[in-house]
Antibody, heavy 117, light 110 residues
Framework: EVQLVESGGGLVQPGGSLRLSCAAS????????MHWVRQAPGKGLVWVSR????????GYADSVKGRFTISRDNAKNTLYLQMNSLRAEDTAVYYC??????????WGQGTLVTVSS | QSVLTQPPSVSGAPGQRVTMSCTGS?????????VHWYQQLPGTAPKLLIY???NRPSGVPDRFSGSKSGTSASLVITGLQAEDEADYYC??????????FGGGTKLTVL
């Protein structure tokens, strides 16, 4: 069974930075596009970013463009999300998800990011 | 404000049939992009429920079905069970190649 395990969340001050990781296992990570999706407390799901299987193509939601950077290390089977200039509205559970034909076929358990002073 | 519109809540008694809608526009669902549905049980990660409008992943009961027409889609649950109580989200893509979600529908089993 596909396994996705996020880590790196925590409490950070406004304007600060954080890097999330998503460790993938039990599937051939290097052939799949991957995404980050977030969910603010008590709110719905919001797509954040995507990356192609080889890392050459990336995309971002307007709300994070210029502040967040998605990347991956296929040798380590790991997906990353570098988050800079964090704002209170970035507070959310961040999920990594595996893409299969434009839908999110598998999800991690999520990691909570709290932006607060 | 979500790109796709879902009713905030629906409810039904055990054994009943419920339908929840997902309304988009000509730049997403109406542009031909497929609609997918996710179930999120309380305190857990979302789980794929329906993909490509009307397909169920292995392990999803056939009580769950989906359809798409024009700029909208629907999820139907028949033979409602207590364990179906959850939040349900629809998802598609838009012309900017961004994934878009509905705001979610909370299903209450009475």
């Amino acid at each position: 069974e596909v396994q996705l395990v996020e880590s790196g969340g925590g409490l950070v001050q406004p304007g600060g930075s954080l890097r999330l990781s998503c460790a993938a296992s039990r599937f051939t990570f290097r052939v799949y596009w991957m995404h980050w999706v977030r969910q603010a407390p008590g709110k719905g799901l919001v797509w954040v970013s995507r990356i192609s299987s080889d890392g050459s193509i990336t995309g971002y939601a307007d709300s994070v463009k210029g502040r967040f950077t998605i990347s991956r290390d296929n040798a380590k089977n790991t997906l990353y999300l570098q988050m800079n200039s964090l704002r209170a509205e970035d507070t959310a559970v961040y999920y990594c998800a595996r893409d299969l034909n434009y839908y999110f076929e598998s999800w991690g358990q999520g990691t909570l990011v709290t932006v607060s002073s | 404000q979500s790109v796709l519109t879902q009713p905030p809540s629906v409810s039904g008694a055990p054994g009943q049939r419920v339908t929840m809608s997902c309304t988009g526009s000509s730049s997403n669902i109406g542009a031909g992009y497929d609609v997918h549905w996710y179930q999120q049980l309380p305190g857990t990660a979302p789980k794929l429920l329906i993909y490509a409008n009307n397909n169920r992943p292995s392990g999803v009961p056939d009580r769950f079905s989906g359809s798409k027409s024009g700029t909208s889609a629907s999820l139907v649950i028949t033979g409602l069970q207590a364990e179906d109580e959850a939040d349900y989200y629809c998802q598609s893509y838009d012309s900017s190649l961004s994934a878009v979600f509905g705001g979610g529908t909370k299903l209450t089993v009475l």
